[in-house]
């Protein structure tokens, strides 16, 4: 990317101040790459998205996307812009996440999912 172009993206208004995509992807039981859905996401997300609400957190977008193309280790969530990938087990984990990373601008180190292709 050029610097004329890295400037002007730099000079486009953002929506949000951080951007998190979850994987909702559910194959069928047995499937050979299994799925987020199947390591139960659906609760996580649908707290995660609860959570978002109470908290008034407008400036965070939240949504619900299709595989992230790591099945295996998931149920899995990305947050940008930094582009930290976690996974997340239980809903106190979703707490956590929204308190220190969202919120309080830190990793939470111990649900952090360093991937590679």
């Known amino acids: 990317m050029s610097t004329e172009t890295a400037t002007a993206f730099a000079d486009v208004p953002q929506l949000y101040k951080r951007h998190i995509f979850a994987c909702y992807t559910q194959r069928p039981p047995g499937h050979p790459r299994g799925s987020c859905g ?3 996401a659906q609760p996580l997300w649908d707290r995660l998205s609860r959570k978002l609400e109470a908290e008034r957190l407008a400036d965070v977008g939240f949504t619900a ?7 295996r280790a998931g149920p899995l969530m990305v947050v940008y812009p930094e582009g930290v990938w976690y996974a997340p087990k239980t809903p106190e984990d979703i707490d956590e996440i929204v308190e220190t990373h969202i919120k309080g601008d830190a990793l939470v180190d111990r649900l952090v999912v360093v991937l590679t292709r």
């Open 65 to 71: 996307s299709g595989c992230l193309g790591f099945c």
């Open 38 to 40: 199947a390591q139960g």
